[in-house]
């Protein structure tokens, strides 16, 4: 931290929050609102002597409320700027001053009762998202008695208590009667692998956490028995599992069961823990004069607000999603974005650093290039038809659309934020997005083609680049079976998919059309996939009203990595296939006859083959 | 708070509830044959 404090190339702004992010890689606009601090960090020496007068008290934050602080105050040792910051909402009162103890004492007089917010506008080429994480809270685990006895506490109040410029300043007590206990027990995965009362998945760093705080007790005080309750350890990374087994060495005693209650003797505070030991098969009781719960990580708790400014996705664990797992691991899907540290997942501190290094080497690839590559497949709006009804603005996922609804002056893209999903060009109501490389008159061209002979025996499917296309590819080489009937058109997302395409299809005399695309969770453009459900769901609506069955319209999300799942809803589809009869096309036929005549709108002008690059370079 | 609303499946046609907001997209799957074609039924809120 220090180091980053003096760094000439380093512009560090502690205390502040970002609240408005705007333009693309290359040309982000950051405003960052660098909060009032009240005191004067160029002049402010850290000296202390406003805290010495201070009359507030309050809990300290840092130490997880085992200290307290005054309402003037550092945040933490060694915290930079190395300065204080007062707490107006904790002060006596500035308006009108009611105590300015603290004011009176400082030779620089560096504190500033007036002092607001700042709003500050930076523009930057690339951001790096480190946000870091919660803890778990284990109030809602009443078996444990976190909120009953004293003498059970969090691996985090763990942590400051053993620590040398902690509360007790290193020295192992018991918080009831400030004793050394002589029987520590750890409680592993409190609020992870549990998917009715916590979080389903792993949070990766607390066994080799509590081996570490095993080692460090039985260092200082080796006559302290520990015994930690777990139901795996995962010792994975390197030099883990000798640390593991120092541990054991050391003479910490592992018990395979989490315990289902904790009682308290009224008086010794002592904890009585029942478990089932299940390597044992054996119900247990074990005593302890302090039990450590082993918490895991949860995402911050403001992650949502970060997304919506970053325009980012979330997995399902409430962590933010890279743009690919093994090809792009710190790259967000908002080109220019990066992730490090716990905002991707949890992760120790190892990971952090290497993460943290990857996003930085990838956000100075690009920096130092001066210029970025940007997706060829692109939107470009026909000025002549845009009617600047908005609706594109509201689509793009990457907000990459502008347009002013009420001067009425046509919506332009910004290429290099535009990735190429193609929603808007599918939900645009005048024709006036065209596609590059996926543009209408070439998906149509590809369904009056596959529907040109014998359309009643052919399914006609649309996958979507990254999910369906890839798992129809696992199909085939995994040599799954499926009916040969179908034909696949390949779109860069399912959100392409437009109205007029499966109206088309209809139209040709296909029995049954099916859209595929991302789950949720993978959808490639943040939340594309979700206007693809939207107009599937209108669409069945449509069909009905038209009288055509919605069921021969069928959805589905497949991954890249489920080539059985496309088998199976290939042959089920063709089972459905078989049901609709001849009378059926020959009627939806007749229904959607005017799907085929030629457009009242103008047909959406075509690049030459010399504009269709490969890949397109926007100035950064 | 999300209330439930009848569904139906465009595969398998059987008819069961789900947990529904309006407004809100979800990737919702069949109960019987797991397919994603899943259909509200409107008007039909529990």
Known sequence: ?620 | MAEEAKFKCLRCMSEFCLPYTPGVTEERTCPNCSSNSVRRIKGDKK
Request: hydrophobic fraction near 35%; include cysteine.
């Open chain 1, 1 to 620: 931290m220090a180091d980053v404090g003096r760094h000439p190339n380093v512009e560090l702004h502690a205390y502040s929050e970002v609240d408005a992010v705007t333009g693309y890689v290359g040309n982000f606009s950051v405003t960052v609102r660098k909060k009032a601090r009240y005191v004067d960090v160029k002049e402010c020496t850290a000296c202390g002597d406003c805290e010495d007068v201070c009359p507030i008290t309050a809990p300290n934050e840092f130490e997880i409320g085992l200290s307290t602080r005054k309402a003037i105050y550092q945040p933490f040792p060694q915290a930079v700027p190395s300065a204080y910051v007062l707490n107006i909402e904790e002060c006596l009162g500035n308006n009108p001053i009611a105590c300015g103890k603290c004011l009176e004492v400082c030779d620089k007089k560096c504190i500033d009762y007036d002092d607001k917010d700042e709003l500050i506008n930076i523009e930057v080429g690339t951001i790096l998202v480190c946000i870091g994480m919660d803890v778990y809270d284990p109030t809602a685990l009443d078996e444990f008695g976190y909120t009953q006895y004293e003498n059970v506490i969090t691996s985090m109040e763990f942590e400051r208590l053993i620590n040398s410029g902690g509360p007790t300043k290193g020295h192992l007590i018991r918080l009831t009667d400030r004793e050394q206990p002589k029987t520590v027990a750890f409680i592993q995965c409190v609020g992870s692998r549990d998917e009715n009362r916590g979080n389903p998945y792993c949070s990766n760093f607390c066994c080799m956490n509590t081996v570490k705080d095993c080692l460090l007790i039985k260092d200082h005080y080796p006559d302290v028995d520990i015994k930690v309750f777990y139901m795996d350890i995962r010792a994975f990374g390197k030099g883990f599992e000798d640390l593991f087994q120092r541990s054991k060495d050391a003479g910490t005693i592992y018990v395979r069961g989490i315990p289902g209650e904790i009682e308290e003797d009224p008086v010794t505070k002592s904890l009585k823990l029942y478990v089932e030991n299940t390597t044992e098969g054996t119900v247990e009781c074990h005593k302890a004069d302090m039990v450590v719960l082993s918490i895991g990580a949860i995402p911050r708790r403001d992650s949502s607000s970060i997304q919506q400014l970053l325009t980012l996705q979330r997995s399902q664990d409430g962590f933010f999603l890279e743009a690919h797992p093994k090809l792009k691991p710190v790259d967000a899907a908002t080109q220019g974005v990066f992730f490090a540290g716990c905002a991707e997942s949890p992760k120790d501190i190892k990971d952090s650093v290497t993460q943290a290094g990857a996003a930085a080497a990838r956000a100075n690839r690009l920096m130092m290039q001066g210029k970025v590559k940007v997706e060829a497949i692109t939107s470009t709006i026909i000025p002549d038809l845009c009617k600047a009804c908005g609706i594109c603005v509201k689509v793009c996922p990457y907000h990459a659309i502008s347009c002013d609804t009420k001067a009425k002056t046509p919506a332009t893209v910004v290429e290099a934020a535009c990735a190429g999903c193609g929603a808007c060009s599918a939900e645009c109501p005048f024709g006036a997005i065209s596609m590059k490389h996926f543009t209408d008159p070439q998906i149509e061209a590809q369904i009056d083609a596959m529907l040109e002979v014998d359309a009643k025996d052919k399914v006609l499917a649309f996958a979507c680049n990254w999910c369906s296309y890839s798992g129809g590819d696992l199909a085939g080489t995994n040599r799954f079976q499926y009916p040969p009937n179908t034909r696949l058109i390949r779109t860069m997302c399912s959100g392409r998919v437009d109205k007029k395409f499966v109206l088309r299809a209809f139209a040709r005399g296909a029995p049954i059309v099916l859209v595929s695309g991302c789950h949720f969770a993978d959808c490639h453009y943040i939340n594309a996939v979700h206007w693809t459900q939207r107009r599937i769901e209108k669409l069945w609506d449509e069909l009905e009203k038209k009288g055509i069955r919605p069921e021969r319209l069928q959805l589905e999300w497949i991954s890249a990595a489920e080539g059985q799942k496309f088998a199976t809803v290939m042959r089920a589809v063709e089972e459905l296939r078989q049901q609709v009869t001849q009378e059926e096309i020959e009627h939806t036929k007749k229904v959607l006859a005017d799907v085929l005549e030629p457009s009242k709108l103008r047909a959406p002008k075509q690049p030459a083959a010399s504009e269709e690059a490969p890949a397109q370079e926007a100035a950064a």
